[in-house]
């Protein structure tokens, strides 16, 4: 079964930028990879995601234009390019995979200061 390890996340500046990671292991992409978030005290959101044989992509309206998911065949990788944060981006950040979602990573912490 696939893994995911997702990494990269830190403190940035409002403004700044970020690229987070979702690295698979023990098996490869097959399907699609999305990217979630989950603010303090707040749901999941779906941020966006990635189709691996097509690499379309898809993003919530919030992140469009200021986001970029990207993949890596590869290295077996998906990327999450943000750029322009703000503090409300600030949330745990989760890849998943598989049908109905049923593979996720443990989370990379995003911290936006103002």
């Known amino acids: 079964q696939v893994q995911l390890v997702e990494s990269g996340g830190g403190l940035v500046q409002a403004g700044g930028s970020l690229r987070l990671s979702c690295a698979a292991s023990?098996?490869?992409?097959?399907?699609?990879v999305g990217w979630f978030r989950q603010a303090p005290g707040k749901g999941r959101e779906f941020v966006g995601h990635?189709?691996?044989?097509?690499?379309?992509?898809y993003y919530t309206d919030s992140v469009k234009d200021r986001f970029t998911i990207s993949g890596d065949k590869a290295k077996n990788t998906v990327y999450l390019q943000m750029n322009n944060l703000k503090p409300e981006d600030t949330a745990l950040y989760y890849c998943?995979?598989?049908?109905?979602?049923?593979?996720w990573g443990q989370g990379t912490q995003v911290t936006v200061s103002s």
């Open positions: 023990g098996g490869s992409i097959t399907y699609r």
């Open positions: 998943a995979t598989g049908v109905a979602w049923s593979v």
């Open positions: 990635i189709m691996w044989s097509t690499e379309s992509t």
